[in-house]
């Protein structure tokens, strides 16, 4: 893969490459309106070269608008299938930057060169994401993981998420004074995302906890003399990544060990620590040789809140949601009810999270969940799409729901969805603190 010697790191840079990429999505609505006036109706195909043009500005940029598109690509009900399949790229397959701008970071950072640091060390990246790229190296001989952070991504966050917020906004036909909790919630995260030296605190802190009371989970050894606010050096974790594994032959007893894994590696997480690993992407895990899930990457960590934790964890409960009182008290504590509803609209959003959480509530409903249940994920999805398409819902004129919401709803439906990838059925316990 082409490697990129210089990422833009000016507003002005980053500006005008977003412009540039509106140009070419400007350009493809013409050809589109061109085509229709002739009869050709063919607006998948404008999908897929706007969703194209898109991922390629923005995988040049790197940092937190390419996360933005990482994120979005987990919204399977949300954004049409182009967009998915060309922003799902931002998980596995981004561009690297160059072995010089690599040393020139390592000097900057770590005050030496990495062949200074190590006994050796790979120029070539192994793996590159949104936020940095990993790097291959050993050190008395120990095999190591080197993650070096992109030059100018934390600098750029808000100028960034500035420059993509109008396309954020009339995609989710959202109001902009409304919208505004969401895109500080985003922000807050993509800046803990790149402080590397906290992060290397909260991942040997909750893999320490997580080690002593989760079954067949494994992590790597974090290395602080190593590490800067750029570099974090860990140990290689040998094994295949989550997405590679899933899709080999794999026994349902295999299927439903990682599964497990998985599920009790999270509810540990928000039951017990009452924070969680809110990136749940195939990238971020991957399966070793004797069949332990190996978890990586702790840049997004979400504290939970106990009020919020409180209402959203009781709208689990088939008695909480059958209990009207109880319904309209937690949602109105996730912002789901709002002081300005109309008794109407109060009666249409508690009757429709009623079903909805109903619903999204089954795994929790029994001792064990299917999570391979192709009807139960459809379901889901048709769910979704119908609610979103109401005119009652479009004609509200606030946006709703707690920002803690936008990092738990990621994370509890890519939880579902990885568990829907690889068939597991598990066990549905939750742990109590």
């Given at each position: 893969m082409?490697?990129?010697?210089?990422?833009?790191?000016?507003k002005?840079?980053r500006a005008?490459?977003?412009?540039?990429t509106?140009?070419?999505?400007?350009?493809?609505y013409?050809?589109?309106y061109s085509k229709?006036?002739?009869g050709?109706d063919d607006?998948?195909?404008?999908?897929?070269?706007?969703?194209?043009?898109?991922?390629?500005g923005?995988?040049?940029?790197?940092g937190s608008?390419l996360k933005?598109?990482?994120?979005?690509s987990?919204?399977?009900?949300?954004?049409?299938?182009?967009?998915?399949?060309e922003?799902?790229k931002?998980?596995?397959?981004?561009?690297?930057?160059?072995?010089p701008?690599?040393?020139?970071?390592?000097?900057k950072y770590l005050?030496?060169?990495?062949e200074?640091?190590?006994?050796s060390?790979?120029n070539?990246?192994h793996?590159?994401?949104?936020?940095?790229q990993?790097?291959?190296?050993?050190?008395?001989?120990k095999k190591?993981?080197v993650?070096?952070?992109?030059p100018g991504v934390?600098?750029s966050?808000s100028?960034?998420l500035?420059?993509?917020?109008p396309f954020?906004?009339?995609?989710f036909?959202m109001?902009?004074?409304?919208?505004?909790k969401y895109?500080?919630?985003?922000?807050?995260k993509?800046?803990?995302e790149t402080?590397y030296?906290?992060?290397?605190e909260?991942s040997?802190d909750?893999?320490?906890k997580c080690?002593a009371?989760?079954e067949?989970?494994?992590?790597?050894e974090?290395?602080?003399?190593?590490?800067s606010e750029?570099?974090?050096?860990?140990?290689?974790?040998?094994?295949?990544h989550?997405d590679?594994?899933?899709?080999?032959?794999?026994?349902q007893?295999?299927r439903?060990k990682i599964?497990q894994?998985l599920w009790?590696?999270y509810?540990?997480?928000?039951?017990v620590l009452?924070?969680?690993h809110a990136d749940?992407h195939?990238?971020?895990?991957l399966i070793?040789?004797?069949?332990q899930?190996g978890a990586l990457?702790?840049?997004c960590?979400?504290?939970?809140?106990?009020?919020?934790?409180e209402?959203y964890?009781?709208?689990t409960?088939k008695a909480e949601?059958?209990?009207?009182?109880?319904?309209i008290?937690?949602?109105?504590?996730?912002?789901?009810?709002?002081p300005?509803?109309?008794p109407?609209v109060?009666e249409?959003?508690?009757?429709?999270?009623s079903?909805?959480?109903?619903f999204l509530?089954?795994?929790?409903?029994?001792?064990t969940?299917d999570?391979?249940?192709?009807?139960?994920?459809?379901?889901?999805?048709?769910?979704?799409?119908k609610y979103a398409?109401m005119?009652e819902m479009k004609?509200?004129?606030?946006?709703?729901g707690s920002?803690?919401l936008?990092?738990?709803n990621?994370t509890?439906?890519?939880?579902?969805n990885?568990?829907?990838?690889?068939?597991?059925?598990?066990?549905?316990r939750v742990p109590t603190s």
């Open positions: 082409k490697t990129i010697n210089k990422i833009p790191v000016s002005i840079q005008s490459n977003i412009v540039k509106g140009i070419k999505v400007g350009g493809n013409a050809k589109y229709k006036v002739i050709k607006h998948e195909e404008l999908d897929k070269e706007n969703a194209k043009d898109i991922y390629e923005l995988k040049e940029l790197k608008v933005v598109a990482q994120m979005m987990m919204e399977k009900n949300i954004l049409p299938t182009a967009y998915i399949q922003f799902t931002a998980q596995y397959s981004v561009p690297p930057i160059s072995g701008l690599v040393r020139k970071t390592f000097k005050g030496k060169y990495p200074e640091v190590f006994d060390f790979e070539t990246s793996k590159a994401a949104s936020i940095g990993v790097h291959v190296a050993t050190k008395n001989g190591l993981a993650k070096i952070q992109y934390a600098e966050i100028s960034d500035a420059l993509v917020k954020a906004l009339k995609m036909k109001d902009a004074k409304d919208a505004e895109f500080k919630e985003v922000e807050s993509l800046i803990e402080q030296l906290k992060e290397v909260e040997i909750i893999s320490e080690k009371n989760v067949n989970v494994v992590f790597p974090y290395y602080r003399e190593l590490t750029k570099i974090i050096t860990m140990s290689w974790l040998e094994g295949i989550l590679e594994w899933q899709q080999t032959e794999r026994s007893e295999e439903n599964a894994a009790d590696f509810m540990y997480q928000m039951h009452h924070k969680v749940p195939p990238g971020n895990f070793t040789e004797d069949n899930l990457d702790f840049g960590i979400k504290e939970i809140e106990p009020d919020f934790y209402a964890f009781a709208l409960q949601l059958n209990d009207s009182e109880k319904l008290e937690h949602l109105t504590t996730l912002e789901m009810l709002l300005k509803d109309s109407k109060r249409l959003i508690q009757g429709l999270f079903e909805v959480l109903g509530s089954t795994p929790f409903q029994s001792e969940f999570f391979g249940d192709k009807e139960f994920f459809k379901n889901l999805y048709r769910m979704g799409s398409h005119p004609k509200m004129d606030h946006s709703r920002r803690h936008l990092y738990m990621r509890m439906f890519g939880l579902f990885l568990l829907h990838d690889m068939q597991g059925i598990v066990k549905t």
